[in-house]
């Protein structure tokens, strides 16, 4: 499978924890975007990385939440000191240079409890 | 402010006919389109987009119409077939931006 793989696919956390997820996009790729999904409503967006530059960052990713594109291939996202505001679907996708297709992965579900 | 706006939560059609979802805009600087479709435990895949520079484009039995003068686009499935039953965003762009901008989603269910 070739295509744009999260992990983990669920996590279920406890308010106040840190948690990371890890996403490796289409191998030839070199944007990355992170979206967040909540239930009912569409991805919004978080920041985008073309290979290991951050190019933009959303109002909405707050000083809690970073992400990282070490060596241009795979992303990090981590959230620090977890609230349960932050329960949400973590989108990943992919597209080749200035392509307007995004190619999305399956997510990683996150439950603070 | 939502910028992308699709104003059906739901639309229900039966099988064979055909599957109009309808999605407004309001940033002027949008010049880019595209739907996306997704199946529960799935991410979005890509559908179908359309440049600012078109009012129409078509696959299959997909088509995807623009009206730039209202800010409104809209997909048409013909003929809907039951496996076209899923989550459908539109969303909108800037060509030389990164991020797309999404609505929330129309649920098209087609009954056999």
């Known amino acids: 499978d070739t295509g744009v793989s999260q992990d983990p696919r669920h996590k279920i956390t406890k308010r106040g924890q840190n948690v990371t997820f890890r996403c490796d996009p289409i191998s030839e790729h070199n944007r990355l975007y992170w979206y967040r999904q909540t239930l009912g409503q569409g991805p919004e967006f978080l920041t985008y990385f073309q290979n290991e530059a951050q190019l933009e960052k959303s109002r909405l990713l707050s000083d809690r939440f970073s992400a990282e594109r070490p060596k241009g291939s795979f992303s990090t996202l981590e959230i620090q000191r977890t609230e349960q505001g932050d329960s949400a679907m973590y989108l990943c996708?992919?597209?080749?240079?200035?392509?307007?297709?995004?190619?999305f992965g399956a997510g990683t579900r996150l439950s603070v409890l | 402010d939502q910028q992308v706006k699709q104003n059906s939560p739901s639309l229900s059609v039966q099988e064979g006919r055909i599957s109009i979802l309808n999605c407004d805009y309001t940033n002027s600087m949008f010049d880019y389109f595209l739907w996306y479709k997704k199946y529960p435990a799935e991410g979005p895949t890509f559908l179908i987009s359309i440049s600012s520079i078109k009012d129409k484009n078509e696959d299959g039995r997909f088509t995807v119409f623009l009206n730039k003068s209202a800010k409104h686009l809209s997909l048409h499935i013909v003929p809907s077939q039951p496996g076209d039953s899923a989550v459908y965003f539109c969303a909108a762009k800037h060509t030389n931006a990164g991020k797309s901008t999404f609505g929330d989603g129309t649920t098209l269910t087609v009954k056999p």
């Open positions: 996708a992919s597209s080749l240079g200035r392509q307007n297709i995004q190619y």
